[in-house]
């Protein structure tokens, strides 16, 4: 076989732009205002779970809280809404109407306050939308959360709208992957994902037999997301990220590591020790192939790729740090993201993607991708699912003039 020159790879490289790979246009995020320091939650938490008598667990739940990192979380519930509601609070307590109801409004409210920061950071209109893709780590409703935020941002009748529910922690890459498919299939669409996560149903009190959900009780926080995404960018558009190749795995064996299921009490989680592993394992296996598949020469993964990764826990970023050999900055957004907000599921990559954004242009980096060229997104949940994107970050025009 022959060989391609450098020039050659260059050019080929150069060519994706136009023949109308799909590109990131707008970025933004939303939180809800009531904010749980991690330092003082473990107590909170068996205070008003009226818990306070399981003094072992309650150790057992401080010590976790002081390993995850976590500062702070945003949560779309109050105090006060709490502890007008005990049932929520409860462990085994049959709540699920009264989650859900919150559910209802909580996911579509945060997620249009997030799709607005998205489509003013884009510069044109809600009514420019063409396509709408939702995810909920939440169980859903019909008419569904895409329908509400639909009208809650004003978006033509005609939209076509995707709602995905249950999609886990993976949900962002996922919705991003379609979004790639239809912008790149629709001449001229635009569309507007949006990832948007509330701890409706997963929020109660504490219970020894089941240490899983009590892990999840210390990471998840609440947390919206959307992108615009696009091909062809029109003069008056600003291309972030162009959307290379993806790519979904889900990890033989692994089916009960990471398990999600609705009950009548709210979503109850089940966590194995064993998910770092299988994550770093196929992480590592999925982007080398990746790259060869979209013919890209191989890159240093600390000089020359940006890391956008879901900050699902302390203990999966520090072995994938360490399987993939990047050095302790390589994963410094994702680790922010997770000391400010915890595990947000599925809208966590877009926070990641913003707060790198944002530090690149904050020390006039030619790109948002950390001033680099190639990046890759990294998400993985329930299955065990694991998801990446190959990125690749245009130059800033205010930076290059």
């Given amino acids: 076989m022959g060989s391609l020159e450098a020039g050659d790879v260059s050019h080929q490289r150069d060519n994706l732009h136009d023949r109308g790979t799909a590109t990131i246009m707008g970025i933004g995020k939303a939180v809800p205002r009531h904010v749980f320091q991690q330092k003082s939650y473990p107590d909170y938490y068996f205070e008003i779970t009226n818990s306070n008598h399981m003094v072992d667990l309650r150790a057992k739940f401080a010590n976790i809280c002081a390993k995850t990192m976590i500062e702070k979380r945003h949560l779309y519930f109050s105090d006060d809404m709490l502890r007008t509601n005990p049932s929520l609070m409860a462990h085994n307590s049959p709540s699920l109407t009264l989650r859900q109801e919150l559910a209802d409004v909580g996911i579509p409210q945060l997620g249009a306050e997030a799709a607005l920061n998205a489509i003013n950071d884009w510069g044109k209109q809600a009514s420019d939308i063409t396509h709408l893709v939702v995810a909920t780590s939440c169980s859903g409703c019909m008419p569904g959360a895409d329908c509400e935020l639909g009208r809650l941002l004003g978006l033509r009748p005609s939209t076509k709208r995707f709602m995905m529910y249950q999609v886990g922690c993976h949900g962002g890459c996922t919705a991003l992957r379609l979004s790639k498919d239809l912008a790149e299939n629709n001449p001229g669409s635009r569309v507007l994902v949006v990832c948007s996560e509330v701890c409706t149903l997963s929020l109660r009190g504490p219970s020894a037999s089941h240490i899983g959900d009590l892990v999840g009780q210390a990471i998840l926080g609440d947390a919206a997301s959307a992108v615009v995404v696009?091909?062809?960018?029109?003069?008056?558009?600003?291309?972030?990220?162009?959307?290379?190749?993806?790519?979904?795995?889900?990890?033989?064996?692994?089916?009960?590591?990471?398990?999600?299921?609705?009950?009548?009490?709210?979503?109850?989680?089940?966590?194995?020790?064993?998910?770092?592993?299988?994550?770093?394992?196929?992480?590592?296996?999925?982007?080398?192939?990746?790259?060869?598949?979209?013919?890209?020469?191989?890159?240093?993964?600390?000089?020359?790729?940006?890391?956008?990764?879901?900050?699902?826990?302390?203990?999966?970023?520090?072995?994938?740090?360490?399987?993939?050999?990047?050095?302790?900055?390589?994963?410094?957004?994702?680790?922010?993201?997770?000391?400010?907000?915890?595990?947000?599921?599925?809208?966590?990559?877009?926070?990641?993607?913003?707060?790198?954004?944002?530090?690149?242009?904050?020390?006039?980096?030619?790109?948002?991708?950390?001033?680099?060229?190639?990046?890759?997104?990294?998400?993985?949940?329930?299955?065990?699912?694991?998801?990446?994107?190959?990125?690749?970050?245009?130059?800033?025009?205010?930076?290059?003039?």
């Fill in 230 to 401: 696009g091909s062809s960018p029109d003069a008056d558009e600003r291309a972030l990220f162009e959307l290379l190749a993806t790519s979904q795995e889900t990890v033989p064996g692994t089916e009960e590591s990471l398990v999600s299921k609705l009950r009548e009490d709210g979503i109850v989680y089940n966590l194995r020790r064993d998910i770092p592993l299988h994550v770093s394992d196929s992480v590592e296996r999925l982007v080398e192939r990746m790259l060869q598949e979209a013919r890209v020469p191989p890159l240093d993964r600390n000089k020359e790729v940006f890391w956008v990764v879901h900050p699902g826990g302390r203990g999966i970023l520090d072995r994938l740090e360490s399987r993939l050999g990047l050095k302790e900055e390589k994963l410094a957004a994702s680790r922010a993201v997770m000391r400010r907000y915890g595990n947000t599921r599925c809208s966590s990559v877009f926070l990641v993607m913003e707060e790198m954004r944002r530090w690149s242009e904050n020390r006039a980096l030619r790109t948002a991708g950390e001033g680099l060229k190639w990046g890759h997104i990294v998400s993985y949940g329930p299955g065990i699912t694991v998801e990446t994107i190959l990125l690749r970050a245009l130059p800033n025009k205010e930076v290059d003039a």
